[in-house]
């Protein structure tokens, strides 16, 4: 429910994998649509979560759909890739912009924060545990039909971050929304300077190389809260 006593809800337009959404509505009492914003289309369907900022700005979850080659290319290994659709997560920010629709203002991509050391021929080799502030492109506890499966998105707005849930890490992440897009998309800028690199991880350091199973917290969690 927002501010107006509306009730600001996901929609669900595609039947892609558990978590499926495809948009948000703003609904009235009388169930009148205020406004409606779709995000399902060849390379982007929103899903799980939703969080409301006191803007009146909306955060959502997004898969961005690649294809097994764009994840080869970034990285990954062949053999942890399968089926035709790899899918990795964003978050957008949407604005309603009061003809009945809504605008994206600012978007993250976890694509632009990877790590991987299999191919030194790739700008993003490096050594994976010495850098905990990327994600790790060969991580996860599943294949990249759904490498993310983010499943919980919650802003503070006193520290202007975000948190997300990312399960198949069995990790939380902090990031900074101080950003623009496009400082969002590098490694510098913002409140903090890191522009969209992970602020913060916790939960299971194994994702990072920093840690054995031992030192594990979470086990595949849902909806992270600040």
């Known amino acids: ?73 970034a990285g990954r290994n062949p053999a942890l890739v399968s089926g035709s659709v790899f899918a990795a997560d964003s978050v957008i920010e949407i604005a309603p912009d009061g003809a009945g629709g809504a605008d994206i203002v ?23 545990a010495e850098h905990p502030e990327l994600v790790n492109v060969n991580f996860s506890a599943r294949d990249g039909g759904d490498w993310n499966h983010t499943n919980a998105i919650n802003y503070n707005a006193k520290l202007d971050q975000i948190v997300l849930g990312v399960p198949t890490f069995s990790e939380i992440w902090i990031l900074d929304h101080s950003t623009t897009t496009a400082l969002a998309a590098g490694h510098a800028g913002g409140r903090s300077g890191k522009g969209g690199d992970l602020l913060y991880r916790w939960g299971n350091p194994q994702a990072y190389r920093a840690g054995t199973a031992a030192n594990r917290k979470l086990f595949f969690q849902h909806d992270a809260h600040w």
């Open 1 to 73: 429910l927002n501010d107006d006593g509306n009730l600001v809800r996901t929609i669900n337009t595609s039947d892609f994998t558990g978590g499926s959404g495809g948009g948000v509505q703003e609904v009235a009492h009388d169930g009148t649509v205020i406004w409606e914003f779709i995000y399902d289309d060849a390379t982007h369907l929103s899903h799980h979560d939703i969080a409301l900022m006191p803007n009146g700005n909306i955060l959502l979850v997004a898969w961005e759909f690649m294809t097994p080659a764009d994840a080869i290319a």
């Open 106 to 128: 600012w978007e993250w991509r976890v694509w632009d924060h990877l790590v991987q050391d299999t191919d030194e021929e790739l700008d993003n080799f490096g050594e994976v």
